[in-house]
């Protein structure tokens, strides 16, 4: 294991055999909520890293998360608490994943990108740099919002371009494939290859692109 001199590690951490923890990386800490904050406000259980993992230089992983095997948390990206990411996943440099979020094995997000709280990526999803995702309809107004509130779901294998931006609660089905700058503001079928704003089906993801059955 390596720790930088500089890095805080909060109390109760947990890192697994092998991590690699960067300059001014900082491990565990408590969210710091606004009175208006929807978030939830329980203590949070420590931070758990799972082995060869690396925590990359002035990267921020929140307490309540779990981390899995062999991940890569890029320099300067943010990792907010009880988020769940499989083994083997690739948070790019200055990427944001928000409170109570998935994210499956094999799945890489790219630089600058943004996923929104409560939102779901399956195994070996694919986020170029700077796309955005949201979660919030009535964009903070109205009592209504709480009950609606939800990121995308984005299914196995689906391939999200560069500055797309997906709508709250839409389902990226298996396989498909957004171009970049894309606007998705409906549920995309699996295979399916969506350009444009609003974003439409123009074909279908050849079979040679296809991942391995699993």
């Known amino acids: 294991m390596s720790v930088a001199e500089t890095a805080v590690i909060y109390p109760g951490?947990?890192?697994?055999?092998?991590?690699?923890?960067?300059?001014?990386?900082?491990?565990?800490?408590?969210?710091?909520?606004?009175?208006?904050?929807?978030?939830?406000?329980?203590?949070?259980?420590?931070?758990?890293?799972?082995?060869?993992?690396?925590?990359?230089?002035?990267?921020i992983v929140f307490a309540g998360t779990t981390i899995g095997a062999r991940v890569i948390v890029g320099d300067q990206a943010c990792v907010r608490e009880r988020c769940e990411l499989g083994d083997d996943v690739v948070i790019g440099r200055g990427s944001l994943v928000e409170n109570d979020t998935t994210i499956g094995a094999r799945t890489k997000i790219q630089a600058m990108a943004y996923i929104t709280a409560y939102s779901t990526l399956e195994e070996e999803v694919f986020i170029a740099p700077c796309v955005t995702t949201t979660n919030d309809n009535y964009m903070g107004r109205t009592e209504r919002r709480h009950e609606l509130r939800k990121g995308p779901t984005i299914r196995r294998g689906a391939r999200i371009g560069g500055a797309a931006v997906l709508l709250p609660g839409i389902e990226?089905?298996?396989?498909?494939?957004?171009?970049?700058?894309?606007?998705?503001?409906?549920?995309?079928?699996?295979?399916?290859?969506?350009?444009?704003?609003?974003?439409r089906k123009i074909r279908s993801v050849p079979d040679d692109e296809l991942l391995p059955e699993a």
Do not use: W, Y
């Not at 923890?21 to 758990?48: F, I």
């Open 13 to 59: 951490t947990v890192l697994g055999e092998g991590c690699v923890v960067g300059d001014h990386a900082v491990l565990g800490k408590q969210p710091a909520l606004s009175p208006r904050s929807t978030a939830s406000r329980e203590e949070l259980p420590p931070l758990e890293v799972g082995p060869g993992t690396i925590i990359s230089t002035g990267a």
């Open 172 to 199: 990226v089905g298996e396989e498909a494939f957004v171009g970049a700058g894309a606007v998705v503001v409906t549920d995309v079928e699996p295979r399916a290859v969506m350009v444009g704003n609003p974003a």
